[in-house]
């Protein structure tokens, strides 16, 4: 969703996601000694048959659209980068791994590494409700906050608890194709 909408994805270009594909050696790198690979033949596919088939290979070609700072606004978009600010204990920011962000990784170093990751979901520290926000997000179209309930009672008295929405970060278009 992101790269459809801010990356100029071409939800409809084909990828060989095959792991014997011709250019892997350009955009498809080895990560953590390990080169991308996918545990079922995908061949080629679109944008739409890289998330339905799961394809590591076709996310990273995916993801490797995506600048440094476009990775960043990522994150912040799908706030996993962020507390969910749920009164609950032991709740935390979400994390990243920070050596890719470190200042003297260059932007080539970047996208091998730590942008690969983030694109088959490795190196996001987060809980499951962090993912959910992420989804929710998503599946909306604009950034969402979680809450806990919808309503609480006080003396008899239901008081409504606000749904925190966001900017719009995604046309209706790019759900629906990610629907």
Not at 118 to 135: D, F, K, P
């Amino acid at each position: 969703a992101y790269a459809h909408a801010n990356c100029n994805l071409d939800w409809d270009r084909a990828y060989d996601c095959s792991s014997a594909g011709s250019d892997h050696h350009c955009d498809v790198p080895e990560v953590g000694g390990r080169r991308v690979r996918d545990d079922h033949a995908c061949g080629v596919l679109t944008s739409h048959g890289i998330l339905v088939n799961s394809s590591n290979i076709g996310a990273v070609k995916v993801g490797s659209l995506l600048s440094r700072d476009e990775w960043a606004r990522y994150l912040e978009v799908y706030g996993l980068r962020r507390s969910l600010e749920l009164p609950m204990p032991n709740e935390r920011q979400g994390h990243v791994a920070s050596k890719g962000w470190l200042p003297g990784i260059k932007e080539p170093a970047f996208k091998k590494w730590t942008g690969s990751s983030y694109s088959i979901g490795y190196e996001h520290q987060v809980n499951a409700l962090q993912m959910a926000r992420a989804y929710l997000t998503m599946l909306s179209g604009q950034r969402r906050e979680l809450r806990l309930v919808r309503a609480v009672e006080v003396d008899g008295k239901r008081i409504e608890q606000p749904v925190r929405r966001g900017e719009r970060e995604f046309s209706d278009d790019t759900v629906q194709r990610v629907r």
